[in-house]
């Protein structure tokens, strides 16, 4: 038996604003709502994000987070705050560069070129 990816869930107070959100940075489609709780995000080309709302969110760092591309990484990072990211660190190994951001509830994720 083989495991395969159906979707990427993050915990959030408010689904359908950070579901909403993350379709827009990501050029994906909002495919179910389910009144609020649950929302999907079919990105293009790629997996299944979901946003469940639940009561308490895990306070803390995110022990699992996105990595995504772009082909400017810096004009991508400066669209990215101007809709609500924050910047946590730039960070570079040798010619590789990315940043790391929250989303406007606090989730981290990466950004770097591609």
């Known amino acids: 038996m083989t495991l395969t990816l159906g979707m990427i869930t993050t915990d959030t107070s408010d689904a359908a ?3 909403t959100w993350w379709a827009e ?3 994906g489609t909002v495919v179910e709502t389910n009144d609020g709780w649950f929302v999907t995000v079919q990105l293009p080309g790629g997996p299944m ?3 469940q709302r ?3 969110p895990t306070p803390g760092k995110n022990r699992l987070h996105l990595d995504l591309g772009a082909p ?3 004009a991508e990072v400066q ?3 101007a809709v609500g990211a924050q910047v946590v660190a730039e960070r570079s190994m040798g010619d590789f560069r990315w940043v790391t951001l929250t989303d406007p ?3 981290e994720f990466c950004v770097a070129n591609h």
């Open 17 to 19: 604003a950070l579901g």
């Open 25 to 27: 940075q990501t050029g």
């Open 49 to 51: 994000l979901a946003f």
């Open 54 to 56: 639940v009561d308490d």
């Open 72 to 74: 400017d990484l810096d």
């Open 79 to 81: 669209r990215l705050t």
């Open 105 to 107: 509830d606090g989730n």
